[in-house]
């Protein structure tokens, strides 16, 4: 009899008729022991750069994609990109397998040849030396110049002064990246780009909900760029998200780009079929591109972390307050990165600079940290400048990139996320309290 019950079981469920349920029952069982049970590190006030924050929900949702069976690109992306699109708000969003690949997509769609008022091999793109590998490589992937310009010392964002004093007859475009989550001096960066008929494109890959004046990065350039990698303020896993806001302008041709090149997804298939009866409409490639896409479990957890999205941003931003507050009384030491009057900071993650007066190196305070379990990091890539790769990339330095090189060689961050504990703020600040007294004292 049991027997009989089991073969019937496993009929069905090869069939594919009761598996679900039962699936479904052990799935829950299995993440109701582990999910909230994730170990923190050894030592409860240890902290981490980042965390995982995928909880259930998310994946009692991969897992009904899976069992569904449509996997790639296909309604949990078009749909994940609607609710991206009313929560920043956007004119159109474009869910690709990165921020980098968003990054690369911008640049690939303004530079393809059929591009009206497209940029062409050798014009320049202005970015600031302190940012990311995949927000400069793109540029020179797609045959123009990166131009690197030093950053403000305060926010650690593109100077405006030194974007100006950069531009040549050759510059098309200004690439601002929003550094851990601060929103850079757009105001002045539109004035410049209008003053120059440039392009402005946002890489708000570290900044999801950043705003000023209320409105959120990435609503201000003419594409902009998120990553949702699982150290940031939400997750797909690996993931990210290219937005506009002029539908009509770039959607189609971002389309094409993302996926094989071809006419699939544009709003203007019915033109190209029309102008090609002879090619199969399925196969028919309008322009350059690459296989960008998610899958649709990158993009049903990326549906349930955006519900979640406010209430990330709004942790983040309260635990980064509270650090910068208790962190006033070193700040003669250590200069930290603030935001300008109106700007709103998304906290993505904390950046201490080790000023060049300050009786000790950055190499002491991260060992420091380090060895009190406070994990460390550059901040960001440094100065892209300075990075050993930089020798096989065409680019200009467009000024001395001092500020760059202060971050470059004394800056370090440590890591925010939404559920950091009280334990955890308290050891940070207790360990950066006793390692300032103990040279305070030497100083002395
Ligand atoms: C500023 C910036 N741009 C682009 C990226 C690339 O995003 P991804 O890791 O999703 O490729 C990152 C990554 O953290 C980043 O910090």
């Known amino acids: 009899m049991k027997a009989a019950s089991t073969m019937a079981r496993k009929d069905a469920a090869e069939r594919g008729t009761i598996g679900r349920p039962m699936l479904r029952r052990r799935l829950q069982r299995l993440l109701a022991s582990s999910v909230r049970a994730r170990p923190r590190p050894a030592a ?6 980042c965390r995982s ?27 994940f990109e609607d609710e991206w699109s009313a929560w920043l708000p956007a004119g159109f969003s474009l869910m690709v397998n ?18 009206p008022n497209g940029l062409k091999p050798g014009d320049e793109v202005i970015l600031p030396a302190v940012g990311w590998s995949t927000s400069l490589f793109p540029i020179a992937q797609t045959g123009c110049v990166p131009v690197l310009v ?71 350039g003419a594409l902009s760029s998120f990553s949702f990698y699982y150290s940031h303020h939400m997750t797909s896993i690996e993931g990210g998200m290219v937005c506009g806001q002029d539908r009509s302008g770039w959607r189609d041709a971002l389309v094409s780009q993302r996926a094989h090149g071809w006419i699939r997804g544009r709003s203007d298939q019915h033109q190209w079929t029309g102008q090609y009866p002879d090619i199969d409409p399925r196969w028919l490639f309008v322009s350059t591109g690459y296989n960008v896409r998610p899958t649709e479990l990158n993009a049903a957890i990326g549906r349930v972390q955006l519900t979640k999205l406010d209430h990330f941003v709004e942790q983040r931003m309260a635990i980064r307050r509270r650090l910068l507050e208790r962190l006033r009384p070193y700040e003669s030491w250590l200069a930290l990165q603030r935001e300008r009057p109106g700007h709103s900071h998304s906290a993505f993650g904390l950046s201490l600079i080790v000023r060049p007066d300050a009786p000790f190196s950055r190499r002491l305070l991260q060992a420091f940290l380090e060895s009190r379990g406070i994990e460390t990091r550059p901040i960001v890539g440094g100065n892209l400048a300075r990075q050993p790769v930089m020798r096989h990339v065409p680019h200009r330095v467009a000024d001395l990139l001092s500020n760059a090189d202060l971050v ?3 800056g370090l961050m440590i890591g925010n996320h939404a559920d950091l504990t009280d334990a955890q703020e308290d050891h940070l600040i207790t360990c950066i309290a006793e390692f300032m007294e103990a040279h305070a004292l030497r100083a002395a």
């Open 408 to 410: 470059h060689h004394n």
């Open 44 to 49: 409860a006030q240890a902290l981490e750069l």
């Open 98 to 115: 990165s921020g980098s690949s968003a990054n690369l997509l911008m640049l690939s769609t303004l530079t393809f040849p059929g591009q």
């Open 150 to 220: 030093d950053v403000d010392l305060a926010t650690l964002n593109l100077s405006p002064e030194k974007v100006e004093e950069a531009i040549t007859d050759k510059t098309r475009a200004i690439l601002a990246i929003h550094l851990l989550g601060n929103p850079c001096d757009i105001p002045a960066l539109r004035a410049i780009a209008d003053r120059h008929g440039l392009y402005l494109l946002e890489d708000c890959c570290e900044a999801h909900g950043a705003s000023i004046g209320g409105r959120k990065v990435g609503t201000f």
């Open 53 to 79: 924050t995928l909880g259930e929900e998310e994946l009692l949702a991969a897992f009904e994609v899976l069992l569904d069976g449509h996997l790639t690109m296909g309604p949990q992306t078009a749909t």
